[in-house]
């Protein structure tokens, strides 16, 4: 093996730098040259590789996003763009690729390696929405990052008895808004569908008298602006609606994050090495762990909750 690529693909995470820094330390000790493709799946398409060298990636490792940049690319799910990129990589004489994303970027990943080519995923989301790992590359720091953002809102909240709805990331997966509501001891988690209930909202916020109140809001349930709305058409109380948005996916990922990219990303190359393809990463028991993509990509996504927290929050 000569030449290994790597893409970073889906929402960016923070740890993905250190992830590459892993694939590269671990290509180095092979005499193996890495190459990023620019901005995910586009990239091969595009042709845009760039030469990753430990020296420069390891300058990053405290860096949030991702140095290769990542791109949604759905033209990605045709087969006949995914057989492109196998002749693309083929042409570079590239011998693999390591996928660092989420579940969609997981779906191309399988598709590469039904065409044929070795590929490796290690698991790069926010959302924390893959199955069969007990967390994700860059969920951990996107919850530090929601919590810190919280614990300021609750300070000018309490001086103004406000109610707040504020919402935070995760697609349909309820993790940051259940973790970062318990951290911040909120007064209401909406972390699904079913947990949204207007009396129960509007008796809590009675039952407070006129304290200030945090509702945190996964925004695969209820948006903070639908929260405003419903409140707000069914009482006298009124709504401060807040998006965390992209506050959750930026700055320098947590220790966490940092050694779980490094040694997601030295595994992938071990892997690659070894011969297996079709198979990403995970944790499982504080152990990095190989699964079949197929299989993770058939699983239902049911995390074990916190230590101390049973799912009936
Ligand atoms: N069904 C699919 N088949 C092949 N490639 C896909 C598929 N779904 C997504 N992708 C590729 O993976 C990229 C990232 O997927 P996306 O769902 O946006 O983020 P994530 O990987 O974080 O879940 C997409 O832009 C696309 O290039
Ligand atoms: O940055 P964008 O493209 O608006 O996407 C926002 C989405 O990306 C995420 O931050 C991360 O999602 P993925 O990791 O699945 O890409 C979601 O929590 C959020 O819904």
């Keep these: ?85 196998v002749d693309i990589l083929k042409k570079h004489e590239i011998d693999g690729l390591a996928v660092i994303g989420g579940d969609g970027s997981y779906h ?12 490796a995923a290690i698991p790069g989301t926010i959302d924390n929405d893959i199955a069969l790992t007990d967390i994700t590359l860059g969920f951990h720091t996107a919850v530090e990052n929601a919590v810190d953002a919280i614990d300021k809102v609750k300070t000018s909240a309490a001086s103004h008895k406000h109610i707040f709805g504020i919402e935070v990331m995760g697609r349909q997966a309820s993790d940051i808004a259940i973790w970062a509501g318990l951290a911040t ?24 008298a006129g304290k200030s109140q945090i509702y945190i809001l996964a925004e695969g349930a209820i948006s903070a602006d639908q929260f405003k709305a419903e409140i707000e058409s069914h009482s006298e109380y009124k709504v401060h609606p807040l998006v965390l948005g992209h506050i959750q996916r930026g700055g320098k990922p947590s220790v966490t994050d940092r050694i779980m990219g490094i040694k997601f990303g030295e595994q992938s190359v071990n ?43």
Excluded at 57 to 64: C, H, M, R, S
Excluded at 281 to 286: D, M
């Design 1 to 85: 093996m000569k030449k290994l690529a790597v893409i970073t693909s889906g929402g960016d995470a923070p740890g993905m730098n250190a992830a590459l820094f892993g694939v590269v330390k671990a290509a180095a000790r092979h005499d193996i040259e890495v190459f990023g493709c620019v901005n995910g799946y586009i990239g091969i398409i595009k042709e845009e590789f760039m030469l990753l060298t430990e020296a420069e990636l390891f300058k990053v490792i405290d860096v949030g996003g991702t140095i290769l940049g990542t791109q949604r690319f759905p033209e990605f799910a045709e087969k006949e763009i995914q057989t492109k990129a």
């Design 108 to 119: 191309g990943a399988r598709a590469l390696s039904q065409l044929g080519f070795p590929v």
């Design 185 to 208: 001891a909120a007064d209401g988690i909406i972390g699904t569908n079913n947990d949204w209930n207007l009396e129960k909202v509007l008796k809590g916020i009675k039952m407070s």
């Design 271 to 313: 892997t690659l090495l070894e011969g297996r393809t079709g198979v990403c990463l995970a944790v499982q028991n504080n152990q990095i762990v190989e699964l079949e993509l197929d299989k993770v990509l058939h699983a239902s996504n049911n995390k074990p909750f916190l230590p101390f927290v049973s799912q009936n929050i």
